[in-house]
T-cell receptor, first 112, second 112 residues
Framework: EDQVTQSPEALRLQEGESSSLNCSYT??????LFWYRQDPGKGPEFLFT???AGEEKEKERLKATLTKKESFLHITAPKPEDSATYLC?????????????FGQGTTLQVKP | DVKVTQSSRYLVKRTGEKVFLECVQD?????MFWYRQDPGLGLRLIYF???????EKGDIPEGYSVSREKKERFSLILESASTNQTSMYLC???????????FGPGTRLTVT
């Protein structure tokens, strides 16, 4: 059964303290892995798509990487405005309907 | 930019009422999705549609129905609202065959 597990559930960092969020997945053929950011009371905002092991994508202080079993979202020198819940999702290789399987998310709090 | 709009940000309904949640996207996307999001349970797929008048059940379709009469519009219907349907409802859309889903702002529904 396809599954996505994110860790940790919650993460508290001081401003400037770099860290990584983990997304482990089990899927029968990965078609794509997606990262989203969600602010409280709002809909998720698309960040990155990764397609194959070894691929990396960057946006400001965020960098997403992908292996055959997991993805990491690295946050370099975070600022308080990076506080949000980060969601990971995968698309099964057999799915041509665009359905995604989401993880539970990691809630990041960055203190000034 | 992809724009997904939802008819209401906040909605309060009584038990037993029929509730309509509307979603409109302006990017000519083939796929549209309805999710609900609850603390500790993450995003759960209710229904999705990959074409006009086509629909498929997601993971938790019980108590819901959907309608897609036009490509840009996808409606979620609660035939007889119950208190356990109090939740945040999120609509999303994506291009055919692609996994990147773009979300609306969400509707927070309270059933009393």
């Amino acid at each position: 059964e396809d599954q996505v597990t994110q860790s940790p559930e919650a993460l508290r960092l001081q401003e400037g303290e770099s860290s990584s969020l983990n997304c482990s997945y089990t899927v029968s053929g990965l078609r794509g892995l997606f990262w989203y950011r969600q602010d409280p009371g709002k809909g998720p905002e698309f960040l990155f798509t990764l397609y194959s092991a070894g691929e990396e994508k960057e946006k400001e202080r965020l960098k997403a990487t992908l292996t055959k079993k997991e993805s990491f979202l690295h946050i370099t020198a975070p600022k308080p405005e990076d506080s949000a819940t980060y969601l990971c999702a995968v698309q099964d290789g057999s799915s041509n309907t665009g359905k995604l399987i989401f993880g539970q998310g990691t809630t990041l709090q960055v203190k000034p | 930019d992809v724009k997904v709009t939802q008819s209401s940000r906040y909605l309060v309904k009584r038990t037993g009422e029929k509730v309509f949640l509307e979603c409109v996207q302006d990017m000519d996307h083939e796929n549209m999705f309805w999710y609900r999001q609850d603390p500790g349970l993450g995003l759960r797929l209710i229904y999705f549609s990959y074409d006009v008048k086509m629909k498929e059940k997601g993971d938790i379709p019980e108590g819901y129905s959907v309608s897609r009469e036009k490509k840009e519009r996808f409606s979620l219907i609660l035939e007889s609202a119950s208190t356990n349907q109090t939740s945040m409802y999120l609509c999303a859309s994506s291009e055919a065959g692609r996994g990147e889903q773009y979300f609306g702002p969400g509707t927070r529904l309270t059933v009393t």
